[in-house]
């Protein structure tokens, strides 16, 4: 027996736990789960804010999101190796780097460099998370009820986002720097930590590497472990996993999550720049947006454990996202499209995503336990992988689609606050000639200058000669760098909104492209569509475990 010390970094169980300590280990496993994405999403909530203080533009945003997704994506190869080193520890120690790196460096990062980078730090320890967590939740959930225990999982994230939105639209308004959103999620991590550096186990590698269809196989599971020969189960990971039917499926649901990413980096940016909706209102739609997908993931799972079956709810759940996708794009020139309006939507959306989601996850880990139970975090590293290079790449292209979102987020803000410091002269000035204002831009006493832009007023605005002039006056009232910075920003940003809400459409027409090639895939993943197949699938395994346990039965009594 170990010593009861070496228990806060051996966590591996030699028996299979019983049900009470086994849903304890899943309970820390979500909490672990929902606390680091929370983290991993803060920031979305308070873009805005966090771009003017760095005085970041949006592009440099999207370079950071990036980063951290190639950072992510290489952490999940590594966090592959949890086959052989195990999962628990890179959960437990990845919450507590997260945590602090939360909580105390990027509130207090001197510069946009320091923020950067400790986001791309952030974004590899939730790499590594990706697989080890899904490994853990695989690991103690028979095949009989893991999509109820992957739709527990799959509220990491999905909770993360919630618990992000709920904060935020309650806080913001009262606590204004952006910093303390992240402080909130920091400590809540540590307070986390604390319960999972105790609480959290995980199978010995001899028990993890069988696959357990119901709780009926424990006894046969831990009489397996004791002839299974560990290394050459482990031998060629890659080559074992690297295959069409971990692949493929793996790519159709990283497009297929392109909405996804959306909703948690942009959906704030595009409601505040499109709809002029404020950043708390935002985060009010993204708690509709994630409380849907946290009601679905979860009823969806234990359905699709019920019924036995899988793809049906993929393939519906991928057609509605496709339906509900469309529509939503069809909304981004639609300006006038209410707050009410898009809570129906977006509600809609997001429960058709996660009637998709969860089955997928419970029917991808087994579809790589069927080419080897031994390498289920590898498998999952392969997925984990294409994931963040498909969010990389996405995030790359996506500047090139929506254009306008550079100018609109990066000056909008600005000439928002200028706007409404002096409306009536920024209206005005609005009605002048750009190259006369140039020309007053450059000597305020041209002649000339003052006589056009007098007339253009008089024009514009139907009013006398008289009055125009006065108006013209009263600019002198801005100051002049809110006048160059209104001459050097204000017609771009203004073109920007005109063609920001169509190039958004783009890119939502672009996640439902993702969305159609994620449908096909599904054919490739085991399990049947199906309850009648499924059910004599069941039985027949049924009656192969009864005759192995007979089997074993007479062994042991005939050696006594």
């Not at 999207?62 to 590594?78: K, Q, R, T």
């Amino acid at each position: 027996m170990r010593p009861r010390y070496t228990r806060l970094w051996d966590r591996r169980l030699d028996h299979y736990p019983d049900p009470g300590p086994r849903y304890r280990c899943l309970a820390v496993v979500v909490l672990t789960t929902i606390v680091l994405y929370y983290q991993q999403y803060v920031g979305g909530a308070v873009s805005p804010s966090v771009l003017a203080h760095f005085q970041i533009s949006f592009r440099f945003y999207l370079n950071v999101v990036v980063v951290a997704s190639v950072c992510g994506a290489v952490a999940s190869l590594i966090a592959g190796l949890a086959d052989r080193w195990g999962r628990a520890n890179l959960a437990v120690w990845g919450l507590l780097l997260a945590s602090v790196i939360t909580a105390v460096g990027i509130p207090n990062a001197p510069n946009a460099t320091v923020y950067a980078t400790l986001v791309a730090a952030v974004g590899f320890v939730e790499g590594m998370v990706l697989v080890a967590t899904p490994a853990l939740v695989r690991d103690f959930s028979p095949q009989v009820g893991r999509g109820t225990a992957i739709g527990l999982w799959t509220l990491g994230p999905v909770l993360g986002s919630l618990v992000v939105s709920e904060v935020s639209s309650n806080t913001l308004d009262h606590l204004h720097p952006w910093q303390d959103q992240f402080h909130i999620a920091g400590i809540t991590g540590l307070a986390v930590f604390v319960l999972a550096f105790f609480a959290l186990r995980e199978l010995s590698p001899s028990l993890r590497d069988q696959t357990m269809i119901s709780l009926r196989e424990r006894v046969l599971v831990e009489a397996r472990a004791r002839g299974i020969d560990v290394l050459a189960a482990l031998r060629h990971p890659w080559r074992q996993m690297v295959a069409a039917t971990i692949v493929v499926p793996a790519l159709g649901v990283s497009v297929f999550l392109l909405i996804y990413y959306a909703a948690v980096g942009f959906f704030v940016i595009y409601f505040t720049s499109v709809f002029g909706f404020t950043q708390a209102q935002a985060n009010g739609l993204g708690n509709w947006f994630w409380a849907a997908d946290a009601v679905t993931v979860v009823a969806v799972g234990v359905l699709s454990d019920r019924v036995r079956v899988r793809k049906p709810f993929m393939a519906i759940g991928g057609l509605g996202a496709v339906a509900m996708t469309i529509i939503f794009a069809s909304r981004a020139t639609h300006p006038a499209t209410t707050y009410t309006t898009f809570i129906v939507i977006i509600s809609l959306l997001s429960a058709s995503r996660g009637l998709a989601y969860a089955p997928w996850m419970a029917a991808f880990t087994e579809t790589v336990e069927r080419r080897n139970p031994a390498l289920v975090a590898t498998g999952l590293a392969v997925w984990g992988w294409i994931l963040r290079i498909v969010v990389a790449v996405a995030f790359l292209v996506l500047p090139y689609v929506v254009v306008s979102a550079s100018p609109v987020v990066d000056y909008g803000p600005g000439l928002q606050a200028i706007t409404a410091h002096y409306s009536s002269q920024v209206a005005t000035l609005e009605a002048i000639d750009p190259a006369t204002r140039a020309t007053l831009q450059a000597n305020s006493k041209d002649v000339a200058a003052i006589l056009a832009a007098t007339a253009q007023i008089e024009a514009r605005d139907h009013v006398t000669k008289a009055v125009a002039l006065q108006r013209l006056l009263a600019v002198r009232a801005v100051p002049p760098s809110d006048r160059a910075y209104l001459a050097a920003h204000g017609t771009e940003v203004r073109t920007a909104r005109k063609e920001a809400p169509v190039e958004w459409e783009h890119w939502w027409w672009v996640c439902v492209v993702g969305e159609v090639l994620f449908v096909p895939t599904i054919f490739l993943l085991v399990g049947r569509w199906l309850p009648s197949s499924a059910r004599r699938d069941a039985e027949e395994h049924r009656k192969l475990v009864d005759a192995e346990l007979a089997r074993r039965a007479l062994e042991t009594d005939g050696a006594v």
